[in-house]
């Protein structure tokens, strides 16, 4: 019989699933400066694949100087400039 995938993680699964560090995540938890949403169930911390995966997909850019502000489905080539 094949087992469900679990849709629910511990820290170290979540840090393998997004490719970051474990230490990343828990430090995360507590400045909340990159906003990974986790979840608390008693002392225990779960996190999402759902809300791992959305995460993931807002900070999906198309170039390295995009900060992430340009709204989907825009130009986002650069406007040809003209030298004279």
């Known amino acids: 019989m094949d087992r469900p995938i679990a849709r629910r ?5 979540a840090a393998q699933y997004v490719n970051l560090a474990k230490a990343t995540l828990e430090k995360d938890r507590v400045t909340g400066r990159l906003g990974i949403p986790f979840a608390k169930l008693g ?3 779960i996190y999402d694949l759902n809300d791992l995966d ?7 850019r198309r170039h390295t100087s ?5 709204p989907e ?3 986002l080539s650069p406007s040809p400039q003209v030298y004279r």
């Open 9 to 13: 993680v511990n820290t170290e699964k």
């Open 43 to 45: 002392r225990r911390v």
């Open 54 to 60: 959305a995460w993931v997909d807002r900070r999906r």
């Open 66 to 70: 995009d900060d992430g502000t340009t």
């Open 73 to 75: 489905g825009t130009n």
